[in-house]
C-alpha cells in the first residue's frame, strides 16, 4: 500500500481515538464532579448541620435563659441537656482557703458548677421525700437588699392570752413578697428556682404552731416533726403584705409557739443576697387558757403553785404571821392571791387559795384529753 493511503487512515484513527477517549474524559469527569459534589454537598451538610445546631443551640440557650431572668419561664435553657459556659461561676471552683478567716471552712468546689451533684443519689423529683433525697434545681434569682423579706408577727402577739378552743385568726405582716404564688406541693416541691417579680420573691408563707408543754420558756429544741396546727398560705391576703390563715377551732389549755416560714412558689425558704441581715420569719411565744403571760415569769403557771401559792404562801404566811405577829410579810409572800386582806398572819396564810386559783388554771395545761390535728403525708 502506498504512503499517501496509509497516512489518511492513520489520521482519521487517531482523530477517532481522541474523541473517544475525550468521551471517556469527559464521562468521568462528570462522574467524579457529580459524586465529589455528592461527598463534598453531604460533608458539608453535616458539618453546617453540626455548626447550626451548635450555634442555635447556644443562642437559644441565652434567649431562653434571658426569658427566666425575668421569671417568666422556667425552661432552663430550652431543654438543653448541657451547661452553657455563659453561666459557669467560676468561684464554684474555689474553696475560700485563700483569703479566709481563722475557723472558716473550705468550700466544696466543681468547676462544672455541680451540676451532676445528685449523680448516684435519691433524686427529690418534685416529691417530698421523708427520707431524704438530693435536689439539683438552681436556687434561681435573688433579690437586692432593698428587697429582702421582712416579717412581723400581727395576732396573736407575744405573751398573749387566748381563750380555750375558741378561733384564732394567725396574721403576719410580711415586707418585699410577692404573695399568691403556690405550686402544687405533692409533685412540685423544690422543683423550679426562686423567681423575681418587680425585683421582690414570688412566693408565700406558712404558719405552724407547736406545744412548748408546760413551760414557756423550753430549753430543749421542740421536735421539728411535731406539730399541733400548720397552714400554707395561697392567697396575697390583703394584697399590702398582711396575710392570715385561720383555726376555727382553736386549741386546748398550754404555752404554744407560732412562726412563720416564707418561701418561694415551690416551698423552698426565700434565698436573700446577703448573711449579714435581719431573719425574714418571726416567732412569738403565746398561752391558751389560764394565766397565760402573767405567770411566765413562775415558769408556766404549774410551777407557780408551788413558788408562790401554797409553799410559799404557808411557810410565810403562817411562819412569818404566827412569828412577826403581823400578817403582811405573810401577805407579801404570795401577792398572786388573797393574802394581803388580812394583816394577820393566819389570813395570810389563806393566800394559798389564791395560789390554788393559779393551779386550777395551771393544771388545764396537762396533755390528757389534748385534741390532736390532722398531718397528712405531704404538706406545704
Do not use: W
Amino acid at each position: 500500500m502506498r504512503f499517501s493511503t496509509i497516512l489518511p487512515i492513520l489520521l482519521a484513527a487517531g482523530v477517532a481515538q481522541a474523541q473517544f477517549g475525550g468521551g471517556n474524559g469527559g464521562n468521568n469527569g462528570g462522574n467524579n464532579g457529580q459524586n465529589n459534589g455528592q461527598n463534598n454537598g453531604q460533608n458539608n451538610g453535616q458539618n453546617n448541620g453540626q455548626n447550626n445546631g451548635q450555634n442555635n443551640g447556644q443562642n437559644n440557650g441565652q434567649n431562653n435563659n434571658g426569658q427566666n431572668n425575668n421569671g417568666q419561664n422556667n425552661n432552663g435553657g430550652g431543654g438543653n441537656l448541657a451547661l452553657n459556659p455563659a453561666n459557669v461561676q467560676q468561684n464554684s471552683n474555689n474553696d475560700g482557703l485563700a483569703d479566709a478567716e481563722e475557723g472558716q471552712a473550705a468550700s466544696a468546689t466543681d468547676g462544672a458548677n455541680f451540676i451532676n451533684f445528685c449523680t448516684g443519689k435519691t433524686l427529690t423529683n418534685g416529691l417530698q421525700t421523708k427520707g431524704g433525697s438530693c435536689n439539683g434545681i438552681p436556687m434561681g434569682d435573688i433579690p437586692g437588699v432593698q428587697n429582702m423579706v421582712s416579717a412581723i408577727m400581727i395576732n396573736p402577739k407575744n405573751g398573749d392570752n387566748v381563750q380555750a378552743n375558741q378561733a384564732i385568726n394567725f396574721q403576719v405582716q410580711i415586707a418585699n413578697l410577692e404573695a399568691g404564688s403556690f405550686t402544687n406541693p405533692d409533685n412540685t416541691y423544690y422543683a423550679a428556682p426562686q423567681a423575681l417579680q418587680n425585683g421582690k420573691v414570688v412566693g408565700h408563707t406558712h404558719f405552724t404552731v407547736q406545744d412548748l408543754g408546760g413551760n414557756i420558756n423550753p430549753t430543749q429544741p421542740l421536735n421539728a416533726q411535731e406539730f399541733v396546727f400548720f397552714k400554707g398560705v395561697n392567697d396575697n391576703g390583703n394584697g399590702n403584705g398582711l396575710l392570715s390563715a385561720n383555726l376555727a377551732e382553736g386549741l386546748p389549755d398550754g404555752n404554744y409557739r407560732v412562726c412563720t416560714m416564707t418561701s418561694a412558689s415551690n416551698h423552698q425558704f426565700v434565698t436573700m443576697p446577703v448573711a449579714q441581715r435581719g431573719a425574714q420569719d418571726d416567732c412569738v411565744r403565746f398561752t391558751v387558757g389560764g394565766n397565760g403571760g402573767n405567770n411566765g415569769g413562775n415558769n408556766g403557771g404549774n410551777n407557780g403553785q408551788n413558788n408562790g401559792g401554797q409553799n410559799n404562801g404557808q411557810n410565810n404566811g403562817q411562819n412569818n404571821g404566827q412569828q412577826g405577829g403581823q400578817g403582811q410579810q405573810g401577805g407579801q409572800g404570795q401577792q398572786g392571791g388573797q393574802g394581803q386582806q388580812g394583816g394577820q398572819g393566819q389570813q395570810g396564810g389563806q393566800g394559798q387559795q389564791g395560789g390554788q386559783g393559779g393551779g386550777r388554771r395551771g393544771r388545764g395545761r396537762g396533755r390528757f384529753g389534748r385534741k390532736r390535728f390532722a398531718l397528712r403525708d405531704f404538706v406545704a
